[in-house]
């Protein structure tokens, strides 16, 4: 179908130099998005690791597995290294920093050396955390709800304190790298209107980083004072309040939940214009929900306190406001839908997972609804209902998101193709191995079963059956993990060579060779048409010298 | 114990079924959304599969009715179940009347309840049917967390105050409880049971148990050994510090000026930290009982006082042991 396939160029950004100095000191936005990729996904395992133990131990109604203060210790530790150390860094740090430069026809980021900072403060935060778990661990849940982490658990709260305080840093600085480079840096003709939805909602995500991340950085700042020189600002006894703790905690841990899925939000619009050769339906209104979720998402923290001994009235504010913040991500969800209607779909490996990801964010955030009710969320909060709702978000949202756009560019990453038919099938098992694990546990906390139980009544006969279903599909979903994990690496050396644009994309990231050069484009873009514009009409649509022209619409 | 379908919970409060009402309706709503948008992106992906590897399709704005109607017509549906979760959870937490007050006290890993009548029990409750019981709970390390699922309420058990939660059981039987707040080591194993008892039984039960002080009487003995009667008065009519007669449930005038409720928890804050509510007209006089009293003494304490306002309750005190064979053995420890 090819007229003809431009060579791989001689120099690109991954044989430019050797040596592992030229990657460890490197300020190529795209080598240290490389870097944050083999480091997020070796935290990936590990907390992968602690969730195989988890659902094993659950098969059974009693502890068999392990003791309860291990048990207490694994939950823990698969939390705090997931959502710090995989899931809030995977998407922006990783896809972002590779293509937030490209998409807007950049030469890199702003602060190149913040970049590369950005980097070794994650992995300082990433050692000292993966050094409090090997000392013996954190029983506190990812949580760190006081006053146990301050004054009774005996395990080592305050160096995994330090690891996230420091890690937090990073996520600041590659906020503000974004915000800086997308305002300033966008090639000639690349208005705000004309960014792909992708950059937009990093540019959201990047505002809570910068905004929320320090509310956390203080808030384990003062659980470090308590717990070392008891101030006694969460104890009751000095005149503190525990509860005070959680307030602060969930300031920034609600919005974290919109750092992790809102760059996943702006994989799915591209995955889903792009795959289905179609402008994003209603743009203007997927690129301001992202926006909007990223300002709302900072007023609904007291939806965790509703049986807190929060007050009755804040209660009812919280959760009107939590309704209003759904609003939004529906928008979002109908859009993308729309966008298919009378398009050109095609069913490759990235598609997939974007159209999983539509399915299950769907149900994750209408299970939501529950939990911003107030008269079910008490009875479902801290129970499995709640476990089963994040996952479904964190997992079937952005991890699949995050696999979606893997793939996607991969291509424009390595240089080579990863082999279709694997793909199309570890998303199919990845899909069924997902719900079949989590979609039990919505049972499970309707019927009373509380989170972060290590044994259950044995007279639960249905609990024990719904674990098991659990623990079936988490094995599939294991495996459906794993295939990727296997052919990605097989591709980087045995893969076809990836063309320039592979998907005949008229996105910027596409208009450069595949692996790009160092500096991303051979010349600077210049940007005259809308995103996602397949079929310009009589122009030439792309700046960059070898573009291999558009085959023209057949009706 | 199971329900007909064994994957709904059982059932058995007065307000049970209004939540279950909200979970179906969230549910409907759920299922037919997801329903929905799965079926039009399964019609649209087969419907506008690529048929051709150079086709490409008209491109399409948007709409702003569509965006409109969209957005709309969700923000009402959400804004219906938002009223109807919060009137269920206004009934859920206004504190009924006449309630039967049951003091609980988590620790780490085991609850001790004490009825008003000095029956003390732990990691088991026995209540009446039909009748409102009003747990008063705090905490002497953690917070815990008092989560009834046949009853589908739960409420924070928070160091250094009371929260409350109550109940109507509907059915007599033996339900499941947990601490739904992760507390530490034996967090799984701190679960018990509420046994709900006809009321015959549970007068039954109750005089069976019946050798203990009820709080209150423990609460008088205690304002006497720790001193209080030197100023609040011998009977509590008051003194150098105010008569505590009637103080419950009234609104005290506070000597910087507004007025509060007085209330378990201004109770409470006034035997810690005397200096932090100061009736108008005393002076800042009292010393801080904090560290002092456990958390059962408190509740001893304030119980007394909260029986310097109401009436005595009916139910039996001090009858012998005698009449019937309690249902269930009652476990009487020390701590």
């Known amino acids: ?262 760059p996943a939000m702006g994989v799915v619009s591209e995955l889903i214009a792009n795959f289905s050769r179609k402008n994003v339906f209603g743009y203007k209104f997927v690129a301001f929900s992202s926006l909007a979720i990223a300002v709302f998402g900072f007023l609904v923290w007291g939806h965790h306190l509703f049986v807190a001994s929060q007050s009755v009235y804040a209660g009812m504010i919280f959760s009107f406001l939590s309704f209003a913040v759904a609003i939004p991500s529906a928008i979002k969800v109908f859009n993308w839908t729309a966008t298919l209607y009378k398009g050109s779909i095609s069913y490759d490996t990235p598609m997939l997972y974007g159209l999983g990801f539509i399915g299950l964010f769907t149900i994750g955030g209408m299970t939501g609804m529950f939990l911003a009710a107030l008269a079910t969320d008490v009875h479902l909060s801290d129970t499995y209902f709640i476990v089963a709702h994040f996952h479904y978000i964190m997992v079937g949202g952005t991890l699949l998101a995050y696999l979606g756009g893997l793939h996607y560019w991969w291509p424009k990453i390595s240089g080579r193709m990863y082999p279709e038919g694997w793909g199309r099938f570890s998303a199919l098992v990845v899909f069924v191995g997902f719900n079949l694990t989590f979609s039990p546990q919505f049972v499970l906390g309707y019927m009373g079963m509380p989170r972060r139980y290590h044994t259950y009544p044995a007279d639960m006969v249905s609990w024990q059956v719904l674990h098991v279903l659990s623990t079936a599909g988490a094995s599939i979903l294991g495996v459906g993990l794993l295939i990727p994990l296997i052919y990605l690496a097989w591709s980087l050396r045995y893969g076809r060579i990836a063309e320039s644009n592979p998907w005949h994309l008229p996105g910027l990231e596409w208009q450069t060779p595949s692996p790009p050069p160092t500096e991303n484009f051979l010349e600077t873009p210049i940007v005259t048409s809308e995103p996602y514009d397949f079929a310009p009409e009589g122009t030439e649509r792309t700046v960059v010298g070898k573009f291999e022209k558009q085959a023209p619409a057949q009706t | 114990m199971q329900s007909w379908f064994p994957f709904i919970p059982e059932s058995a409060s007065t307000l049970s079924g209004d939540v279950d009402a909200v979970y179906f309706y969230v549910s409907g709503v759920t299922v037919f959304f997801v329903t929905l948008i799965s079926l039009v992106v399964i019609f649209f992906v087969i419907r506008y599969r690529r048929r051709n590897a150079f086709e490409i399709p008209r491109p399409i704005e948007g709409s702003h009715k569509l965006e409109m109607l969209w957005s709309v017509i969700p923000l009402v549906i959400a804004m219906s179940i938002f009223v109807w979760g919060a009137k269920v959870y206004f009934a859920q937490y206004r504190p009924p009347q006449n309630a039967l007050e049951v003091y609980v006290v988590g620790k780490q890993w085991m609850w001790k309840f004490q009825h008003p009548t000095g029956q003390r029990e732990i990691n088991e409750l026995h209540v009446p049917v039909g009748r ?174 909260k029986s310097l306002s109401t009436p005595k309750p009916e139910t039996p005190t001090a009858k012998p042991p005698a009449t019937g064979t309690p249902p269930s053995a009652n476990p009487v420890q020390p701590r």
Not at chain 2, 209 to 229: D, I, K, R, T
Not at chain 2, 276 to 288: R, W, Y
Request: contains cysteine.
């Open chain 1, 1 to 262: 179908m090819e007229e003809f396939t431009i060579p791989p160029p001689r120099t690109n950004y991954l044989n430019a130099e050797y040596g592992i100095k030229s990657w460890l000191l490197t300020k190529d936005h795209k080598r240290i998005a490389l870097l944050y990729l083999g480091s997020v996904s070796f935290f990936f395992l590990i907390g992968s690791l602690y969730a195989m133990a988890i659902r094993l131990e659950l098969l059974t109604p009693q502890g068999d597995l392990t003791q309860s203060s291990t048990y207490n210790k694994i939950f823990t530790q698969h939390g705090i290294i997931m959502v710090f150390f995989f899931l809030i860094p995977a998407i922006p740090a990783t896809l972002g920093n590779f293509l937030v430069p490209m998409m807007i026809g950049a030469k890199d980021l702003a602060f190149p050396r913040i970049n590369l900072l950005s980097w070794y403060i994650y992995m300082a935060g990433g050692i000292i955390t993966i050094y409090a778990l090997l000392a013996g661990g954190v029983d506190t849940g990812w949580t760190f709800y006081t006053p146990y982490s301050t004054t009774f658990s005996n395990s080592y709260v305050l160096t995994t304190g330090v690891g996230i305080f420091i890690t937090g840093f990073s996520s600041i600085l590659t906020g503000l790298n974004f915000i800086v480079t997308i305002h300033t840096m966008r090639a000639p003709g690349m208005t705000w209107y004309r960014l792909p939805l992708f950059i937009w909602a990093h540019y959201a995500t990047s505002l809570i980083m910068i905004l929320g991340t320090p509310v956390i950085a203080i808030t384990v700042l003062l659980l470090a004072f308590e717990r070392l020189a008891h101030i006694g600002i969460f104890d009751p006894a000095a005149g503190g309040d525990p509860v005070l703790f959680q307030h602060l905690f969930w300031f920034y841990s609600h919005p974290a939940v919109y750092i992790m899925v809102l």
């Open chain 2, 132 to 305: 409102k019981v009003k747990l008063i709970m705090t905490t002497e390390d953690v917070i815990h967390d008092v989560f009834i699922p046949a009853f589908r309420i739960k409420m924070d058990v928070v160091p250094g105050k009371y929260t409350s939660e109550w109940f109507e059981a509907t059915k007599p039987g033996r339900y499941h409880f947990f601490c739904a707040e992760y507390c530490g080591m034996n967090h799984s194993g701190m679960r018990g049971y509420i046994e709900v008892m006809e009321p015959k039984d549970f007068d039954n039960w109750l005089s069976g148990n019946a050798n203990q002080m009820s709080p209150a009487a423990a609460g008088q003995a205690m304002f006497e050994s720790l001193g209080c009667v030197s100023c609040h008065g011998a009977n509590a009519e008051g003194g150098r510090g105010p008569a505590l007669l009637g103080v419950y449930g009234s609104n005290v005038v506070l000597s910087n000026g507004p007025a509060v409720k007085a209330d378990e928890g201004y109770l409470r804050e006034s035997i810690i930290n005397p200096q932090a509510k100061i009736v108008t007209g005393f002076g800042p006089i009292m010393p801080s009982f904090q560290g002092q009293l456990t958390e059962e003494q408190l509740l001893g304490l304030v119980a007394y006082i």
